[in-house]
């Protein structure tokens, strides 16, 4: 059974065409066919949760989600289940009391919440294969990864395992997972859902949002979740740039990505201007230096040294590491703060000279588990990714170029804060293709 649009899952089941306990079912049944995936850490209370809407449809309850299974991932509090985050630190950790507010959100219009998904550890990775729960598999090709850091509910998705699932994006773990599986994703305006109760890797760039399989379901998760209301734009016509800066980084597939999105764009009568932005070369420095600083200082309260020691991952060592260091020499961080001001300044300019800004997500497809890759490759994954997320700037990930071997990458399509509506609109051209 293929998925249909959440809205048209929503019909059936309003009308009673399907319960959302049967539709439930299905999926739970797709979850447990599919464990080699490890795309779920912790499997939650769904059938209760159906059967309750279930009764609540009943009595009239109309949500905007009325019965539709979705996933959150595993960094977001549920009420009775642990965060584990994918660390080893918190796996035992106590039942979380509340849940987070996005999980409100959903809640309130009517979703069943399936599970949490797997992730990297502390959501520091582009490549999900530091979990203590192990690492997730990419369907489109299982000896590949899924991207990271949200690459659980990347692959949900992109299996069919549930409708819709929250991701969480810092620097591109949101958009890079939804490139190499696949699916959409959208790193929403910073601040534009309310993170509370998602534990905090960097709070200037945290953002949480939807992956989805297709646009239409991306608005109307954006919607619930953000509580706003968007809007259908009229494309035609649009001026589209495309930074000078981030050439150099192209390979021949994300070069496709960009011939693709020009081609299918100017059918619909959109100019393009090249535009430079000199400055997202120092994304990954800024990242390196404010990212890691709050996150080395929300890791603190964490356990005792010693289970930090023992319990904590590589990866996140490494960052607590450069976090620490960096907050104790203040300069670094000014200067830092001073290039992202500049970045900032300069992305509005570019912003202004245009509608939207197109690239690849990524700078590649999914790369294979044993590929040889330095940690400085991988870390490269979110070059394309970080200057939006540094800017607080919503950008979506819509999938663009498939190669033969089935394989993908995505374009992003960024633009000014608030400007979801265009991103959802420019966003189904490409879907269209
Ligand atoms: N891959 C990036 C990193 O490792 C992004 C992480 C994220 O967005 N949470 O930091």
């Given at each position: 059974m293929r998925i249909d649009r959440i809205s048209d899952l929503r019909q059936k089941i309003l009308s009673g065409v399907i319960s959302s306990e049967e539709i439930t079912l299905e999926f739970l049944s797709r979850i447990e066919k599919n464990?080699?995936?490890?795309?779920?850490i912790t499997m939650l209370d769904a059938l209760e949760q159906a059967r309750a809407v279930d009764k609540k449809i009943k009595d009239g309850f109309v949500g905007r989600l009325a019965g539709i299974p979705v996933a959150i991932k595993d960094n977001m509090r549920y009420k009775g289940s642990v965060t584990t985050c994918g660390s080893a630190i918190l796996q035992?950790?106590?039942?979380?009391a509340y849940d987070c507010e996005a999980v409100k959100k959903l809640k309130a219009e009517g979703a069943v919440i399936l599970g949490k998904t797997n992730m990297d550890e502390f959501a520091m990775g582009s490549s999900n294969t530091s979990s203590v729960f192990g690492p997730v598999l990419n369907p489109l090709d299982n000896g590949r990864v899924p991207g990271g850091s949200s690459g659980g509910s990347a692959v949900a998705v992109s299996a069919e395992l549930c409708c819709a699932a929250l991701g969480s994006d810092t620097g591109g773990s949101i958009r890079q997972p939804a490139s190499y599986c696949g699916v959409v994703g959208l790193k929403p305006?910073?601040?534009?859902?309310?993170?509370?109760g998602m534990f905090a890797l960097s709070q200037d760039m945290d953002q949480i949002g939807p992956l989805t399989r297709n646009v239409d379901d991306c608005k109307l998760m954006f919607e619930v979740l953000s509580g706003r209301k968007t809007v259908d734009i009229d494309c035609r016509g649009l001026k589209i740039g495309f930074i000078k800066e981030f050439e150099s980084r192209y390979n021949d597939d994300t070069r496709k990505v960009i011939e693709k999105a020009k081609e299918l764009l100017s059918d619909f009568g959109c100019t393009f201007v090249e535009l430079s932005a000199p400055s997202v070369n120092a994304a990954f420095a800024v990242y390196l230096v404010l990212g890691n600083a709050q996150s080395a200082n929300n890791l603190r309260n964490i356990g005792t040294s010693e289970e930090r020691g023992k319990k904590l991952g590589d990866e996140v060592k490494k960052r607590v590491i450069i976090g620490e260091y960096v907050l104790s020499h203040p300069e670094i961080v000014d200067k830092a703060k001073r290039v992202k001001s500049g970045m900032i300044s300069e992305l509005d300019r570019a912003l202004n000279e245009c509608d939207a800004i197109v690239s690849p997500t990524a700078p590649s497809v999914a790369f294979t588990f044993d590929e040889n890759r330095s940690k400085d490759e991988i870390v490269y994954s979110d070059i394309f990714t970080q200057p939006a997320s540094i800017a607080g700037l919503p950008a979506l990930s819509v999938p663009c170029y498939t190669r033969n071997d089935g394989l993908t990458v995505g374009a992003q399509i960024v633009a000014r804060k608030n400007s979801e509506s265009l991103l959802f609109s420019l966003g189904r051209l490409f879907e269209n293709q």
């Open positions: 464990k080699k995936l490890n795309c779920f035992d950790a106590l039942p979380d305006t910073l601040g534009s859902i309310d993170g509370n």
